[in-house]
């Protein structure tokens, strides 16, 4: 977007939010007004604070007061000859007046006006965010804690079932149906399939949360710096955060690749694309000998016959393998990461890419540990908006 669209954009925004205007200084207003303005009930359905903020300050230019205890910015504005305050506070954004329930009216009229200009200036909402992408003033959301919770409910669970089905090996149900006739049921049958099962969903949760968290240990390695640098990787195929994370040089690392990549091409891409599989495996071909498996025997790997095929899978060692690997993952020169990514729960700031924090962070334990503590300190005085 070049200087005359974006002009064209503010005339059509400016004509949208007419007639509510910048405060007239020279407007007289009630004593206090700045700081006893109260929350109208309308200010709660504007739109969000940081679109506000952008049309308004950005491309209106309306005037920011700035911050102030439990305010992030207040854009006094002016309408029917009345003042008012567009403010993000603790609590949030809002309109807030002299005299309520007396101007909840013109509130109401003030929140249209916003929306209705709002949507007028979108084409400079799309061109902020396309600008912020190609530069490293991002944060990147972090939600490796929550998908690695429920990959560790899974594994709980199959560990449950596996442990019951052990106990219960040599136990026999007969049910007898009448006098000649019974049943006999074997409990460890059934646990140990729907161990098998529970195992399959851990697997497809530690493949949810590698393809996340891998990205965030790139990003703290300073292999991604700029919004377009993530969007890229985000887009990549899984094997590819891999080599983006981690230094497949290293000989143990590079077999828990050659290894995952096994699991994941023969059990869990078959499962998610329809448990039909790309090598036939769906298919028995017609012949004397009766039907006969499409994929035979003699075409398997050894490797991928050590995982078995689709949902045929030997669960132990999978689960052993993954669990290993995360050991493995969060061991030496990343073990710095854990405690950023994994224990604090932080979001990725690109800036801090650039300007070599992460990378003085990511020099021990103890430097990440002193960088989170204070980041957290931080976020929690953004939170209160204690400026």
Request: with cysteine.
């Amino acid at each position: 977007m070049n200087s005359e669209q974006i002009e064209t954009v503010r005339t059509r925004a400016q004509k949208a939010i007419s007639p509510l205007e910048p405060a007239d200084f020279s407007m007289r207003a009630p004593k206090g007004f700045l700081f006893n303005a109260k929350r109208t009930d309308a200010g709660r359905t504007l739109p969000p604070y940081y679109l506000v903020y952008f049309l308004l300050v950005d491309l209106l230019g309306f005037t920011n007061l700035g911050q102030f205890e439990k305010v992030a910015w207040s854009v006094p504005v002016e309408y029917d000859g009345r003042p008012f305050l567009v403010e993000h506070r603790k609590f949030g954004l809002g309109v807030f007046a002299a005299n309520v329930p007396e101007d909840e009216e013109a509130a109401a009229e003030i929140v249209r006006l916003i929306h209705k200009a709002t949507k007028a200036a979108q084409p400079y909402f799309d061109w902020r965010a396309e600008q912020a992408a190609k530069a490293s003033q991002l944060n990147v959301v972090n939600r490796s804690p929550d998908l690695f919770e429920r990959l560790n409910f899974y594994l709980d669970l199959y560990d449950d079932r596996q442990q019951e089905a052990e106990g219960r090996k040599d136990e026999r149900i007969v049910n007898h149906l009448s006098d000649m006739s019974y049943t006999v049921a074997f409990p460890a049958v059934e646990l140990n399939r729907e161990a098998k099962w529970l195992g399959l969903s851990a697997i497809e949760c530690f493949f949810s949360w590698t393809e996340h968290v891998f990205i965030h240990i790139a990003i703290l390695r300073g292999n991604c710096a700029t919004g377009e640098d993530v969007t890229k990787l985000a887009k990549a195929e899984w094997a590819e955060k891999f080599k983006a994370a981690l230094d497949i040089t290293d000989p143990t690392t590079k077999q828990f690749y050659d290894q995952l990549a096994i699991v994941r091409r023969q059990l869990r891409n078959f499962v998610a694309h329809g448990a039909f599989g790309k090598d036939g495996e769906a298919f028995h071909f017609h012949s004397t000998a009766g039907a006969v498996p499409m994929l035979l025997p003699h075409r398997r790997d050894r490797a991928a016959l050590k995982f078995g095929q689709g949902v045929d899978f030997v669960a132990a060692e999978a689960i052993a393998l993954i669990r290993n690997f995360i050991d493995h993952l969060w061991s030496g020169s990343l073990e710095p990461a854990k405690i950023h990514i994994q224990d604090f729960g932080l979001p990725l700031n690109l800036t801090k890419v650039v300007n070599g924090d992460y990378a003085r962070a990511m020099a021990s334990v103890d430097a990440m540990e002193s960088y989170a503590d204070y980041q957290v300190h931080l976020n929690d005085r953004y939170a209160n908006m204690d400026f």
